[in-house]
């Protein structure tokens, strides 16, 4: 049989202090009080069997954050909150408290404490009637980057390609030109006479022959995988493998 690792005052002691402490806490006073060298794993396994007691598991609690607003800021806010948009809302609350608080700040508090639903409707526009007669003018006519370079040319502006296209996609002044130029036709790699002949000797021989052949014949100096391609693409002729 199994000889037991522990005696009964052991067993005794550790029923009364495993509870108490974190597991290899325990260990290190075990061995201390019993002159003893367990370790760790074994303590565990015969405490898995015998159920010993439960380790103390508890961690220090985290110091809480302090609160980024107090009472009457958060009552303020819940007033104010929902009758202005955000960024005129932060202005506003800083000037009142004497704070610096940032926009992140406040949205990460409106979600956490349900302040209110901003104002929308008061976000000022981007363009005045004359630029927006405008852009419904110009928007179908030209892709949206080159929109963006002859507005601030026309209105001495400085607005970027993604508050156009925000503001596009948001008031929907047209949709933009996606049409590209036709690229222009690579040129043929070979003339007419060059591709009669390809196709009457292609035929005849392998393909690395025929390249140094057509190489002689006419002067050039086109490479292995060049014809390839180009037979691949135009289906002149298979080549002879035999």
């Not at 002691?13 to 495993?18: D, F, R, V």
């Not at 220090?60 to 303020?76: G, N």
């Not at 014949?217 to 035999?242: C, E, V």
């Amino acid at each position: 049989m199994r000889t037991r690792l522990f005696n009964d005052a052991e067993v005794i002691w550790l029923k009364q202090e495993i509870s108490k402490w974190s597991l290899d806490e325990t260990v290190e006073m075990f061995n201390q009080a019993f002159n003893r060298n367990i370790t760790y794993a074994q303590l565990s396994r015969a405490n898995t069997r015998y159920r010993y007691g439960n380790p103390n598991r508890g961690r220090p609690r985290r110091p809480r954050r302090p609160r980024l607003l107090d009472d009457a800021e958060i009552a303020w806010l819940k007033r104010e909150y929902p009758k202005r948009p955000i960024l005129e809302t932060i202005e506003l609350f800083n000037r009142t408290f004497k704070r610096d608080i940032s926009y992140q700040q406040l949205r990460d508090a409106n979600h956490r404490l349900r302040l209110g639903q901003a104002n929308q409707e008061r976000r000022t526009h981007h363009f005045n009637d004359a630029e927006i007669a405008w852009l419904k003018q110009e928007i179908p006519k030209w892709t949206l980057r080159e929109t963006v370079e002859m507005f601030n040319q026309a209105f001495d502006r400085n607005i970027t390609y993604v508050q156009l296209r925000y503001a596009n996609h948001r008031y929907g002044y047209g949709r933009p030109n996606r049409i590209r130029p036709l690229r222009a036709r690579r040129a043929g790699l070979f003339n007419d006479d060059e591709v009669a002949w390809l196709r009457r000797e292609i035929p005849k021989w392998p393909l690395h022959e025929t390249v140094e052949l057509f190489n002689q014949t006419f002067g050039r100096d086109i490479t292995y995988n060049q014809l390839r391609r180009a037979n691949h693409r135009h289906k002149w002729g298979s080549a002879n493998r035999t």
